[in-house]
T-cell receptor, first 112, second 115 residues
Framework: ETGVTQSPTHLIKTRGQQVTLRCSSQ?????VSWYQQALGQGPQFIFQ???????GRGNFPPRFSGLQFPNYSSELNVNALELDDSALYLCASSLPPGYEQYFGPGTRLTVT | AQSVTQPDIHITVSEGASLELRCNYSYGATPYLFWYVQSPGQGLQLLLKYFSGDTLVQGIKGFEAEFKRSQSSFNLRKPSVHWSDAAEYFCAVGSPSGGYQKVTFGTGTKLQVIP
């Protein structure tokens, strides 16, 4: 059974640029959630996708957007990057939304 | 709004000693509760979960946690700590809400294990 994978591992971008992060969910999981973890903090919920639709969102601005594909993989897009967007971005997959979430290793984004 | 408090930012224990990490939550109904562990630069690994039923739950790596509704707590315990347990531990509360599960994490407790 393949776990949750994320790419790339690390990324450096300049303020104002756009970035796309990718996530492959664990086999059989149809729900993907994205989290932002700033240094020294706990993960903060960005949004969740279930069957290709966004079905929940945290307190993040619209420049954070996402997609989920028919194979349940997902993308997180961030436009107009700001310095405060520097963080570890975690993807988690689960069976229907009420089940426990399994996390990928994360993508470390640095904005300069 | 749901929230999680982990009052201990950093804990140091000796190898072989017992461990208890504290977690208090705020949520109106019976929550889903989780403990995750994170090694440096890594993602989160689920240690254990509570959804309903027996309030003492067993997890992986010899960890257990007890749900106490009256105290709004879900403390993590281990009878004998190993050096490999050094990591950061996150308590989280999840709530089904409008068709999705919002999971809120605490700020974490960093565990140091000394020989």
């Amino acid at each position: 059974e393949t776990g949750v994978t994320q790419s790339p591992t690390h990324l450096i971008k300049t303020r104002g640029q756009q970035v796309t992060l990718r996530c492959s969910s664990q086999s059989g999981h149809n729900t993907v959630s994205w989290y932002q973890q700033a240094l020294g903090q706990g993960p903060q919920f960005i949004f969740q996708y279930y069957r290709e639709e966004e079905n929940g969102r945290g307190n993040f601005p619209p420049r954070f957007s996402g997609l989920q594909f028919p194979n349940y993989s997902s993308e997180l897009n961030v436009n107009a990057l700001e310095l405060d967007d520097s963080a570890l971005y975690l993807c988690a997959s689960s069976l229907p939304p009420g089940y426990e979430q399994y996390f990928g290793p994360g993508t470390r984004l640095t904005v300069t | 709004a749901q929230s999680v408090t982990q009052p201990d930012i950093h804990i140091t224990v000796s190898e072989g000693a017992s461990l208890e990490l504290r977690c208090n939550y705020s949520y109106g109904a019976t929550p889903y509760l989780f403990w995750y562990v994170q090694s440096p630069g890594q993602g989160l690994q689920l240690l254990l979960k509570y959804f309903s039923g027996d309030t003492l739950v067993q997890g992986i790596k010899g960890f257990e946690a007890e749900f106490k509704r009256s105290q709004s707590s879900f403390n993590l315990r281990k009878p004998s700590v190993h050096w490999s347990d050094a990591a950061e531990y996150f308590c989280a509360v999840g709530s089904p809400s409008g068709g999705y599960q919002k999971v809120t994490f605490g700020t974490g407790t960093k565990l140091q294990v000394i020989p």
